[in-house]
């Protein structure tokens, strides 16, 4: 075990700990603090291992707990530390995938290492992510009428505070509102795994800079994959999100996370096919701000994916040499 390991994981846990509970404040800053709560125990477990990473989960774990209790009410304490765990806490086992390596030949140890393949710590990525949030769902409890009733009176309220008038009747308002509830594990699925896939980047980054990268840099446009099978999951998630009840909440997960895995797929394939293009930049720039934006493009980007993991565009792309891939 890494000497460091304790003490790193302690302050790893502690960062993520303050990071999540950064929402509490309800600043503009809240969020985004908040997406980065996985951060520290993704650095702490690809640069110091496995036992760093576990230790800044449960320390996180705690942390969130001992805040939650002393900034809402005690009674919050262990759902806060559950979420925590649910949300950030498997990221330390996503780092300790990206650090598995085995020799290659254990007869000869100079022959170097097998490393755990990338595609299988994002399908692990994938996987674990959809189903942390549909526990967290059931902990936190969606009820989709009493939610939707709540959001209608609450529009209705500011409308009447600023004096607007022409609003729909409450009937119709709670109408639309739970079409949008609905949609929310689906959404929230969506946003959690493009962000702890971020987070995870974002620590190799950071670890590599520093010199503790013990993995060889492979770059995620050329690593990143799914196996076939996922797709049949996705069609028929997709299919059994309009059923009620927890059922559609469930597929809605499902079908979310899976969409979102391969619209990451199809924006790697992006990235393969506009190397060396002189206007690639732009191009990207242009494509991630306007699905920041407007979401619209992950329709046709998640189907670039799932097209590219039945057909191998990138494949044949790095088969007949693409450029290298720079910083990706």
């Known amino acids: 075990m890494n000497p460091n390991a304790l003490p790193i994981g302690l302050a790893g846990g502690i960062a993520a700990a303050l990071l999540f509970s950064a929402v509490l404040g309800g600043g503009a800053l809240g969020l985004p603090l908040f997406a980065l709560c996985p951060l520290p125990l993704a650095i702490a477990g690809l640069g110091w291992g496995t036992t760093a990473a576990v230790v800044a989960a449960l320390v996180g774990a705690a942390g969130s707990a001992a805040v939650a209790g002393y900034a809402i009410d005690p009674a919050s304490?262990?759902?806060?530390?559950?979420?925590?765990?649910?949300?950030?806490?498997?990221?330390?086992?996503?780092?300790?995938?990206?650090?598995?390596?085995?020799?290659?030949?254990?007869?000869?140890p100079d022959a170097g290492l097998?490393?755990?393949?990338?595609?299988?710590?994002?399908?692990?990525?994938?996987?674990?992510?959809?189903?942390?949030?549909?526990?967290?769902?059931?902990?936190?409890?969606?009820?989709?009428?009493?939610?939707?009733?709540?959001?209608?009176?609450?529009i209705l309220e500011m409308a009447a505070n600023t004096g607007e008038t022409g609003m729909p009747s409450k009937a119709d308002m709670v109408d639309v509102a739970r079409f949008y509830v609905r949609l929310m594990p689906a959404t929230v699925t969506m946003v959690w795994l493009s962000l702890i896939a971020f987070d995870l980047w974002l620590a190799g980054r950071i670890v590599r800079i520093s010199g503790r990268l013990r993995r060889p840099w492979t770059p995620v446009s050329e690593a990143v994959d799914l196996p076939k099978a996922p797709i049949a999951v996705f069609v028929v998630a997709l299919f059994a999100v309009p059923v009620e009840g927890p059922v559609g909440l469930v597929a809605g997960a499902?079908?979310?996370?899976?969409?979102?895995?391969?619209?990451?797929?199809?924006?790697?394939?992006?990235?393969?096919?506009?190397?060396?293009?002189?206007?690639?930049?732009?191009?990207?720039?242009?494509?991630?701000?306007?699905?920041?934006?407007?979401s619209l493009p992950l329709i046709p980007i998640a189907i670039v994916?799932?097209?590219?993991?039945?057909?191998?565009?990138?494949?044949?792309?790095?088969?007949?040499?693409a450029p290298p891939a720079g910083r990706t």
């Open 254 to 294: 499902v079908a979310g996370g899976l969409a979102m895995a391969y619209a990451l797929i199809g924006f790697a394939v992006v990235h393969v096919k506009l190397r060396a293009h002189p206007a690639r930049q732009i191009i990207l720039a242009t494509l991630y701000g306007g699905t920041f934006l407007f």
């Open 114 to 154: 097998e490393w755990y393949p990338l595609g299988r710590v994002f399908l692990a990525l994938t996987v674990g992510t959809i189903l942390a949030l549909i526990v967290a769902g059931a902990v936190v409890g969606i009820d989709v009428d009493a939610v939707a009733e709540a959001m209608a009176d609450r």
């Open 77 to 108: 304490a262990p759902y806060a530390g559950l979420l925590f765990a649910l949300l950030a806490g498997p990221t330390a086992w996503f780092a300790h995938l990206a650090g598995l390596a085995r020799p290659v030949d254990p007869a000869r």
């Open 305 to 321: 994916g799932m097209a590219d993991t039945v057909f191998g565009f990138r494949a044949k792309r790095l088969a007949a040499g």
